[in-house]
Each structure stands twice: as structure tokens, then as C-alpha cells.
């Protein structure tokens, strides 16, 4: 060892011998389920240990120096700000990503050129589409997902960060104690700014920050001509929309996102301020006399056309009852490919305003520039099966 180096120096090579991965190896053999990052910082007297599990909110750490023969990041040390605050420093080295909610954070990872860095996540079988354009993710080893985790799972695919949501404070603690670095995710809580800046960041994590700007890019360009269209409807013509979560009068979406989502159409959301929150009764939803009723994918509608509650409801007596496509993902909830659920919205809710969308270029433009996939006309059909 180098004379010139003092004895701390000399004492944090030796450390830096015992990486992660093999820690988390000998984690498994000894059979441990949660334990701290003081061990993985081993010797060294003033290793920083993991936050325990508690209300606060957990201080993401730095991963530990990478050995000097493998290639650093490019954005190594750059610090992001995710959905918690938190300061999240990009480690030296990102070879294997494990995720632990679902909110389209599988698709931004994809997107971002990461298919084959994801060891694991949460069941995809929900999005076959997805599952076709990365045959990769159908064997990825499924360690829970937000608060309902696998430790043993987690700790056997070794992954030097992992991506988290928002909603999981418990799990996300118990991953961070294992001194692996995490990142907390939107999910369903965001916004459109916040989901654009988490790009952004995600993009940096990933070392594709060209992508990301990309993806930004179209966003604006989707929600700009999406405006100058809304903006042009008359106040008389203006309709309004209620979105509820199964085909179920009773269960309205009333996040942020749900009202975004229908703002950005020039449409009104249903439901007033004062009632966000909770489910609502049949009379409640009734007296809002939607035009149109928006259900999120994968549910049948009959049940609701066939409420004899509700057959006065304007939107039940009209038909005007939809079902959210789904795509590489749900296209109404926050996710790369969401612009396309805000043109089939316009579209839907709005044919004279917006009949010259032409979503089915739309999807096979961003399936290309985004997923590098050459969408077929059955796989867009497909997406509203």
C-alpha cells in the first residue's frame, strides 16, 4: 500500500474491497431479512448508517465508491431531488435496478434504455404489450412491491439502487437499511410538472439525459397543441367529465392527476373542490349529471350501463361511457406514453374539436422514438380490447 497515504486512507481501500454485492451475498447465506448499512460500510469508524424505519423522511446516502476498474457513471456523484425531498446522490456505478412500485416507472426505465438492467419488480403481466416489446422483463425475479416486500428476494438480486413510490415509506425503509441507495418514485401522485422533472432525473440516473429532454420535448408539444384546441371552446360547449377508478358510480378518481388530466382537454372535472376525497353515493355522483363518464382500463362497462340507479345520469342515457385504453401502460395514470391517453381523452370527449388526431400515428410515433418499436395495426387494436 502507498507509503504516502495516512491510516485513514489506507483503512477505506480495505473497506472498499467489500462491495455490495458481495455483502448482500453473504447477507443471504447468513440469512439475514433486514440489516443495516452500517455492516456494509464495515470497518471504517465513521460509516454512515441507513435511517431506520420511522415517520421521518429516510436521508438517502451515497453509495459506496466503486472499485477503480469499473466504469463510473458519467453523471456519478450529480445529486437528484426525488419525490420525497430527499437528496438522492447517483451512484458510481448502475448495473442492476431493482423496482418495487408499479406508476410507469418500468416504462421510463425501458425508455431510458434500461430493459436489461432491471433484476426486479413487481408482476408486468398486467401489460402484455409492454412484455412483447421487452421479452427480457417476463423472467425478472419479483420481490414485492410498496410495503408488501420480499427481503431474501431483494437482497439475492444484488441491485445497486432501486426505485421506490411514494406511498411505501415502510418498505422503502427497510430497503434503504440494506445500504442500498433508493430513489422514490411519483407514482400516481404526480403531477405533469413533477412527472417531467422525474424524467429528467430518471434520465440522469440512467446516463440518457438526451432521451429524457426528448420525452420533455414531446410532452410540450403534445400539451401546447392540446391547449391552443381547449382554449378555443366555447364556454356553452364545454363538457364535463367524471373519471372513477372501476365501473362503479361510486368510486371517483379525484388526485391531481385526475383533474390534469381532464383540465388539459378543456373539459370540466365533476367532481366539485369540496369533495375530493373518499367515495361518494350514488345520489352524490348523480346530482353532478356528467356528460361523459371516463373508466379506467381494464374494466367491463356493462355494469354501470346497467345501474338502474343511475339510467337518468345524462352520460348512462347518451352512452357516453368509455374505457381507458391500455397500452405499454394504463394511459390514464402518469407514465411516458400518458400524452397518448391525454389525445384519446380530447378525442373521445371531444370529436369536433379534436377529430383530426390521428392517434394511431401518434401511438406508432412514440412507440418508435420511444420504445424503438414498430407498433403494428393489431397491436393498436389490441389496446382497446
Not at 369533495?275 to 362497462?301: F, R, T
Amino acid at each position: 500500500m502507498d507509503s504516502n497515504m495516512n491510516e485513514n486512507e489506507q483503512q477505506q481501500m480495505k473497506c472498499v474491497t467489500v462491495s455490495r454485492k458481495q455483502f448482500l451475498k453473504m447477507a443471504v447465506a447468513m440469512g439475514f431479512t433486514v440489516v443495516g448499512s452500517s455492516a456494509l460500510a464495515g470497518c471504517g469508524s465513521k460509516a454512515q448508517e441507513a435511517p431506520a424505519p420511522s415517520e421521518e423522511k429516510p436521508k438517502v446516502e451515497p453509495a459506496a465508491q466503486a472499485p477503480a476498474e469499473e466504469k463510473a457513471s458519467g453523471f456519478a456523484g450529480t445529486t437528484v431531488i426525488d419525490a420525497k425531498g430527499n437528496e438522492f446522490v447517483i451512484p458510481d456505478k448502475i448495473e442492476r435496478i431493482a423496482i418495487t412500485c408499479n406508476g410507469g416507472t418500468t416504462h421510463e426505465v425501458v425508455i431510458f434504455g434500461g430493459a436489461d438492467k432491471i433484476v426486479a419488480e413487481p408482476s408486468m403481466k398486467k401489460f402484455p404489450q409492454l412484455l412483447k416489446m421487452y421479452p427480457q422483463l417476463k423472467d425478472v425475479t419479483n420481490a414485492g412491491s410498496f410495503d408488501d416486500l420480499n427481503i431474501e428476494a431483494m437482497i439475492s438480486v444484488e441491485p445497486d439502487i432501486a426505485l421506490v413510490g411514494i406511498t411505501s415509506d415502510k418498505g422503502n425503509a427497510q430497503i434503504a437499511d440494506l445500504g442500498i441507495p433508493t430513489y422514490t418514485m411519483y407514482i400516481g401522485r404526480a403531477k405533469i410538472d413533477t412527472l417531467l422533472q422525474e424524467f429528467l432525473n430518471v434520465g440522469k440516473i440512467m446516463e440518457n439525459e438526451k432521451k429524457a429532454e426528448d420525452l420533455v420535448a414531446h410532452w410540450d408539444r403534445v400539451l401546447g397543441d392540446l391547449k391552443k384546441t381547449a382554449e378555443s371552446i366555447p364556454a356553452d360547449k364545454r363538457k364535463k367529465v367524471y373519471y372513477i377508478g372501476t365501473a362503479d358510480i361510486t368510486k371517483a378518481n379525484r388526485g391531481e392527476w385526475s383533474k390534469e388530466w381532464i383540465d388539459a382537454i378543456g373539459a370540466d372535472f365533476a367532481v366539485p373542490a369540496d369533495n375530493m376525497k373518499g367515495d361518494v353515493s350514488v345520489e352524490l355522483a348523480a346530482s353532478w349529471d356528467p356528460d361523459v363518464i371516463v373508466v379506467q382500463g381494464g374494466h367491463e362497462l356493462d355494469p354501470l350501463l346497467n345501474n338502474e340507479a343511475i339510467q337518468d345520469m345524462k352520460a348512462i342515457k347518451e352512452k357516453q361511457v368509455y374505457s381507458v385504453p391500455i397500452a405499454g401502460f394504463w394511459w390514464d395514470r402518469p407514465s411516458p406514453e400518458a400524452t397518448l391517453g391525454f389525445l384519446w381523452l380530447a378525442q373521445t370527449v371531444y370529436p369536433d374539436y379534436f377529430g383530426d388526431i390521428d392517434l394511431k400515428q401518434e401511438s406508432k410515433d412514440f412507440f418508435k422514438e420511444f420504445y424503438n418499436y414498430e407498433l403494428s395495426d393489431e397491436d393498436y387494436e389490441s389496446f382497446f380490447s
